[in-house]
């Protein structure tokens, strides 16, 4: 049986784990050198902040799914 790979909701989410995920969102999304350039970094760290309180640190693993998500929310 397949499970999903989300984080519990009893286990606590790292300072590092936030960091890691704000420079992976960077690398793809920074406005100069990012994969897909589309926003500043301080635009991203705003979508960011905003996916972590619509999700209320529910279901985050800072994987490509929250990264997909951080982008739905730059692109409104």
Known sequence: MLQTKRRQL???IKIND????KNYCYKFYNI???VYPIAT???IDHAIMKYFFIS???DI???SIDRENVRI???K
């Open 32 to 34: 100069n050198y990012g």
């Open 10 to 12: 009893n286990k606590s």
């Open 73 to 75: 929310i730059l692109n």
């Open 41 to 43: 970094n301080r635009d």
């Open 18 to 21: 936030i960091i890691e995920f």
């Open 61 to 63: 693993e800072f994987d």
């Open 56 to 58: 209320n640190y529910k």
